[in-house]
């Protein structure tokens, strides 16, 4: 992140909130499938509305304050065929990481509730008898079940279709995973920053390093970045005399509209929850590459100082954390932390704030950057 090499800032991007209408999949032609919507509900996506009726008269929505803060197991049973019941009393056997983890499942059915009522569930029941949150969840397996698995902050962790005994293993596999990364600690004095894990998938990290090391091979001149430019291109940033850093300014269209897609469905909604406001805008995406000698001044710096106080909060992405060591975020203000988030988790933090990439001490660290802000 930094403040002497900038892009324009897009202000013709306005977000408004919701998501981009983007192309969707052709309606199925004869007997031909469907293509694959990219857009679906997938890992890394905010769980969608969900409010149902349950068994018992009651009207539950899973985004409640009383079920929210602990991963949910929402299993769609298609039918209660033998596999699926059998797959049910699996899940409600395995009480050790349920309740290490406080998960809180619930079986939605398409069945009439008498159906569901003769079988020996000991989870809530929703039923869904319009199938609208079975379309939301994008819950469509052959099996005749579909496990979907939430994080504390009701972000989407896993979206299992096979076998429904397999589903039950990895159900329980994405809950012990949960249950190793919050672990309970008593925190010191640290910096306000938001992480929010698979903003990218990692397929979504692949390309973008297959972007940065196959196109714009063309470099322009270090400075403001450049808005004519109708292709990817690169710059070298030398902020402080540092020699190590070079951006890929991303032009492409189609990269484009699923970074923007990205940003607006998985992390734009939670910076409007940690911190009241609301981006609407960015500058151009840049892929930042950090590799070799640092050189220069070793010191943090703000990204909202002149030339570009608009600015209000950075973000970044790591893309290849496998690749390099070094290369942690640090905050000096606050402490001697270090940040070093997996793949496709984004780290956002005030544009105010003192902040220093280290020098990365081997390897080439790929990083997704973006600085947004909004209309005040």
Known sequence: MKRASRARPTR?????????????APSTIDNRPAIPDPFALSPGDIA???????LDGRIVDIHNDAIAGNPIVLLFCHQ?????????????????????????????????????QARPIRFPVLLDSDGEAFRRFNAHSSHGLTTVVLRPNQHVMAILDGPPPDQV????????????????????????????????SPADCRNLIGVYETRGRRFMPPGPGIDYIGTDYKMRIPEYGRADRIDHWIVDGDTTVLLHRRLEQRLLPEIVKAFQYRVTRWERLRIGCYQGERGGELHGHRDDAEPTPYRRFAMSINLNVDAFAGGELRFPEFGDQRYRPGNGTAIVFSSSLLHEALHVTSGRRLVLLAFLFGDH
């Open 80 to 116: 209660f065929s033998a596999a699926v019941t059998d797959a049910i009393g699996r899940m409600a056997a395995a009480q050790a990481p349920l309740v290490a983890t406080g998960a809180r499942p619930f079986v939605i059915a398409r069945e009439r509730p008498e159906i569901a």
């Open 169 to 200: 293993t990895e159900a329980l596999a994405q809950l012990a995973r949960l249950r190793d990364a919050h672990q309970a600690a008593l925190m010191s004095h640290h910096p306000p920053v938001l992480m929010v894990p698979d903003v990218l």
């Open 48 to 54: 969608p509305p969900c409010v149902l009726p349950a």
């Open 12 to 24: 013709g991007r306005v977000v408004n909130g919701g998501p981009v209408q983007s192309p969707r």
